[in-house]
């Protein structure tokens, strides 16, 4: 299985913590002598890993640039689902999930993913074009995430989406159109709310697929949010109704 470059602390003590097997080796600036660089390496060589420790000149080369935190690691790729039945299967209680149409910011990503492991989500899925998968700057950004929700791409979004009502998931999808505000939707059931990219939306087969549409109100002035604050508003929404 081919191996890949995390890098930054939350990412790298993430996968240290859910799957050590993975690592491969750890890069650590060897000017970090501070208690949460220390405490990281006694707690990978506890676990028989490799520990390289370099200048911060080698890590920048390493990690492709300098904001890595003084923390790389090499691991190998966690499998990712690849079917809505591998990830719903056997999951009890009202299901709460999160659609990425056309996310292709890999800063949007990661902060969605990490909104999503905060609400408790069971998945984020994606289309496998037209979105970015998980880059470094993903994992990095997710702070932890990347490795806790698992991140499906589908080949056809709305063929996905229509496996998901199967398990009786209502699906709603946001737009600054829609007559109904976020608030006046019942989600305290299964749920899995459809997030487009700024600027672009949601595309019109995605939309269709819809079993409503809402729109989060705007009461200043600009015009829309990041997706990932977006999806932090319909998440909570959604624990808001159900507590």
């Known amino acids: 299985m ?12 993430s996968r240290l913590r859910v799957n050590p097997g ?11 002598q501070d208690p949460r660089a220390r405490d990281l390496i006694e ?16 890590l920048d080369g390493i990690a492709g640039g300098p904001r890595h935190q003084g923390i790389a690691a090499r691991v190998t790729m966690v499998q990712q689902p690849r079917h809505v039945d591998e990830v719903l299967e056997g999951l009890q209680g009202p299901l709460l999930l999160l659609i990425l149409d056309g996310v292709q910011d890999p800063h ?4 969605c993913l990490r909104v999503a492991d905060a609400m408790g989500a069971n998945a984020v899925i994606a289309p496998k074009d037209r979105a970015v998968g998980l880059t470094p700057t993903v994992a990095k950004v997710a702070c932890g995430a990347a ?6 791409t589908v080949t056809n979004l709305a063929r996905a989406m229509r496996d998901i009502k199967e398990y009786g998931v209502f ?73």
């Open 2 to 13: 081919a191996a890949i470059l995390i890098y930054g602390f939350h990412a790298v003590t």
């Open 22 to 32: 993975s690592i491969e080796e750890i890069f650590v600036d060897a000017a970090r």
């Open 43 to 58: 707690s990978a060589k506890q676990l028989g890993l490799r520990i390289m420790q370099v200048d911060s000149k080698r």
């Open 108 to 111: 949007n990503l990661g902060a």
């Open 147 to 152: 490795d806790t929700v698992p991140y499906l």
């Open 171 to 243: 699906i709603i999808g946001t737009d600054g159109t829609a007559e109904t505000e976020i608030a006046q939707a019942d989600v305290s059931g299964s749920v899995a709310w459809v997030l487009g990219a700024e600027g672009t939306g949601l595309r019109r087969l995605t939309r269709e697929h819809c079993d409503a549409m809402v729109k989060i109100p705007m009461y200043g002035t600009v015009e829309s949010l990041n997706v990932s604050v977006s999806a932090g508003i319909c998440l909570y929404e959604t624990r808001r109704q159900r507590s």
